[in-house]
């Protein structure tokens, strides 16, 4: 199992300077958010230049922000600063974030992620971009614009030109897209005893339909991480940030984390905690959490437990690790990375 890790995107950059420590201690990929905080390409250049080894990737860029061919570009010179290292992560946010923050409708994600990802795999190969989709035309067709474009290909030689492509998705028809399309998929609130039941389906049907050449999947679900003897502390400390996307993440009817946690089988709780989140009760929504929820989608514990939960992961067809740190101090975090490297071993 590949270990890695999201940083936190509301810290401080002097918060987060301890690249190459993270490294040295075992880490093998950072993932670099983006939300509605700085964007996530200026840090990945940034540590690109403060380390060796380490791969990077974006968690995520958002569809619908940038066109196709500049994220094409981007994911390009992001690999070619980093000597081959990076990673294009991608999804399509909420419509919170893309229409509250960006101004832009949020509509047919997963139109726009098929589009995508062919229009960034035609750029890599340095192709004269030549593109009619649905939501995206380069050039632009006749009686749109000046009429003066023409199909032009990428002026650099790219590293790679097959850049990694990891999608995030939960949803169904989402998830089975990923499985047909992406070289990775990454899943928020991962509980593995419950991922077949969800998604199971979803990725059969994907990956009857993936290319040969594409490989295998690679599984990357983003777990909160403590390493602790205070189990129940562990828990609250992960309240907050589950209440935040089960119940405040999107409006009442259209909250994809509270569909999830409703597929899990917490139907009840899940009404619970949003009807409380929304009245603006958030430490009681946080404290109707059910425990059995936090520990599922959470690597919480002493030791032993940790050990546990990664055999878990590992067997549910986990192969990449991403680590959210409940403990922001990067001193901290080297030491649960080295632990978790070493609890990890073999897996």
Not at 71 to 96: C, E, H, K, N
Not at 191 to 204: C, K, Q
Request: aromatic share 8%.
């Amino acid at each position: 199992m590949r270990i890695g890790m999201t940083l936190n995107h509301s810290g401080g950059l002097e918060e987060r300077v301890a690249f190459a420590d993270y490294e040295r201690a075992g880490l093998q990929i950072l993932f670099v958010p983006e939300a509605y905080s700085f964007d996530a390409v200026s840090l990945l250049g940034f540590i690109a230049a403060r380390t060796e080894r380490l791969e990077l990737a974006s968690g995520i860029l958002q569809l619908y922000t940038r066109t196709p061919s500049l994220t094409a570009m981007t994911a390009a010179g992001l690999d070619y600063v980093s000597g081959g290292r990076f990673t294009l992560g991608i999804g399509a946010s909420g419509p919170q974030v893309i229409e509250g923050f960006h101004g832009v409708p949020y509509t047919a994600p997963l139109g726009h992620t098929r589009e995508l990802v062919e229009i960034c795999r035609q750029v890599w190969r340095r192709e004269r971009v030549q593109y009619q989709g649905r939501y995206y035309q380069v050039p632009l067709p006749e009686g749109q614009g000046t009429g003066l474009g023409k199909p032009l290909k990428l002026i650099n030689h790219p590293v790679r030109a097959d850049i990694p492509i990891v999608i995030a998705s939960i949803g169904p028809k989402n998830v089975e897209l990923t499985a047909e399309i992406g070289n990775g998929w990454q899943p928020l609130f991962y509980v593995p005893e419950r991922a077949a039941d969800v998604w199971g389906d979803a990725l059969a049907a994907g990956k009857a339909k993936r290319a040969p050449e594409l490989g295998e999947l690679d599984v990357v679900p983003q777990i909160p991480v403590a390493i602790g003897e205070d189990l129940p502390a562990l828990r609250d400390a992960i309240r907050p940030l589950l209440a935040l996307y089960v119940g405040g993440m999107g409006a009442r009817g259209k909250n994809f984390y509270n569909d999830l946690a409703r597929r899990y089988g917490f139907e009840d709780a899940a009404k619970t905690v949003q009807d409380l989140y929304l009245d603006g009760k958030k430490d009681e929504a946080a404290a109707a959490l059910p425990d059995a929820l936090i520990d599922g989608v959470g690597l919480l514990g002493p030791d032993g437990l940790i050990k546990e939960r990664l055999a878990a992961l590992a067997e549910s067809g986990v192969t990449t690790l991403n680590m959210t740190p409940l403990r922001a101090d990067p001193a901290a975090m080297v030491h649960q990375i080295a632990r978790i490297v070493e609890l990890a071993d073999g897996l």
